[in-house]
């Protein structure tokens, strides 16, 4: 299975768009999929996940700028990113995982990896000022 990012690029503080994943094969329902992102020195860190049962998780609930989605059979995986800030200037990824754990936070839970299964390559966002 290879996992295909698009959408990223240069966009300006204030501004939004759209990252989009294609699976190369099909990916079940009953695997959760999501998208991490990673700047220089620290560490993956997960955005947004679609558990197995199709309900989203965010790792960041105040803002409500981030919305996932999965379509195409539950081959395409998407992320609108709204009201973009420096702070999201980073490399996407998105990820694909069969074994999970149940992670709970703030009465918020989703299906964490144990391991994921399958990376995309990455695709670079860049907010300006």
């Known amino acids: 299975v290879r996992l295909m990012e698009s959408g990223g690029g240069l966009v300006q503080a204030g501004g939004s768009l759209i990252l989009s994943c294609a699976s190369s094969?099909?990916?079940?329902?009953?695997?959760?999929m999501g998208w991490y992102r990673q700047v220089p020195g620290k560490e993956r860190e997960l955005v947004a996940a679609?558990?197995?049962?199709?309900?989203?998780y965010y790792s960041d609930s105040e803002t409500g700028r981030f919305s996932i989605s999965r379509t195409n059979g539950g081959n395409t995986l998407t992320l609108e990113v709204a009201r973009l800030e420096l702070e999201d200037t980073a490399v996407y990824y998105c990820?694909?995982?069969?074994?999970?754990?149940?992670?709970?936070?703030?009465?918020?839970?989703?299906?964490?990896?144990?391991?994921?299964?399958?990376w995309g390559q990455g695709t670079q966002v860049t907010v300006s000022s």
């Open positions: 990820a694909a995982w069969s074994q999970t754990y149940r992670y709970c936070k703030d009465f918020r839970c989703h299906d964490a990896p144990l391991r994921v299964d399958y």
């Open positions: 679609i558990n197995d049962d199709g309900s989203p």
């Open positions: 094969e099909n990916i079940p329902h009953t695997k959760p």
